[in-house]
């Protein structure tokens, strides 16, 4: 058996023990507390100064507010499913298998299109800060689902050391 096997699920289990093992290590716990402390972030936000700030935009500008607002929510409502139905692996209450059904209903989404450069501009910062905060946690949560669904990300598969190892493996092998 070559290494490449390995990182296939259908053939390995790999992924179910990255997955079981990860949704129980201090590192989900992490990433679950920041998840949620930004929904609370973005709700106190959204509630609060983000009421006033979005009242004092022009129409043009309110209105890109008003789309992005949805959208964070939105980006949010998903990554805080997601990190939820992790946490019920990891306390028992649901099953990987349960988890893996449930992945379908709970889908990070691709990222979408942001408003052009000069409207993001005119956003009250603070929202801007939240965007790209709920960005960078949605990407993380993407790779981390494709780890635990063994997929080879494309880091690994460009790995310009694995190629030498496995040209050098292929090498002994015709030595034998």
Do not use: C
Not at 66 to 80: D, K, P
Not at 89 to 106: H, I, P, S
């Amino acid at each position: 058996m070559n290494d490449m096997t390995l990182l296939k699920p259908e053939q390995d289990d790999g992924a179910l023990s990255f997955a079981r093992g990860f949704v129980k290590s201090d590192a989900f716990m992490l990433l679950f507390r920041e998840g949620m402390g930004l929904v609370e972030q973005t709700a106190s936000y959204l509630d609060g100064d983000g009421r006033a700030e979005s009242a004092a935009l022009p129409r043009e500008v309110a209105l890109t507010y008003a789309t992005e607002s949805m959208r964070l929510t939105t980006r949010l409502m998903q990554i805080a499913s997601w990190l939820l139905v992790q946490r019920a692996v990891a306390e028992g209450e649901m099953t990987a298998e349960q988890a893996r059904t449930e992945k379908n209903k709970v889908k990070i989404a691709e990222p979408l299109l942001s408003p052009a450069q000069e409207e993001a501009q005119r956003l009250p910062q603070a929202l801007r800060d939240l965007v790209a905060h709920s960005i960078r946690l949605q990407d993380r949560i993407r790779h981390l689902e494709g780890l635990m669904a063994g997929e080879r990300t494309p880091e690994l598969a460009a790995n310009p050391v694995q190629s030498q190892i496995e040209i050098l493996q292929a090498r002994l092998g015709l030595l034998r």
